[in-house]
């Protein structure tokens, strides 16, 4: 099982980011997946959700802002970050989790994760 995260990098408040996670090893199309950050300090925190049949679930602190999108002919999860805010600074990771039902659950319900991509918003 693979997840490799891509995209991240620094960019000035207001702009974009792409985020990108490519999946291998497993059967994608079946799973939810999410994408979490962590800031230097605290815990893995929970950010943007998409389930198997497409649907989207997203935190407050990015609704609005933050796009999630799946392409399972190329086994690829997407996060599209605009207005980009300095507290967006952290490492975002994508994951993966078996069961829709548990999809929008917390870290612990993920079974697969990326190694991280550090994104960065200065004023």
Known sequence: VQ??????G???????????????GFTYSSYCMGW???APGKGR???AFI???GTTRYTDSV????TISRDNAENTLYLQMNSLKPEDTAMYYCAA?????WCYGG???????GQGTQVTVSL
């Open 3 to 8: 997840l490799v995260e891509s995209g991240g």
């Open 10 to 24: 620094s960019e000035q408040a207001g702009g974009s980011l792409r985020l990108s996670c490519a999946v291998s």
């Open 36 to 38: 979490f950050r962590q």
């Open 45 to 47: 925190e929970r950010r």
């Open 51 to 53: 389930d198997s049949a």
């Open 63 to 66: 609704k609005g802002r933050f």
């Open 97 to 101: 989790n078996s069961r829709d039902s």
């Open 107 to 113: 870290p612990n319900y993920y079974n697969y994760w």
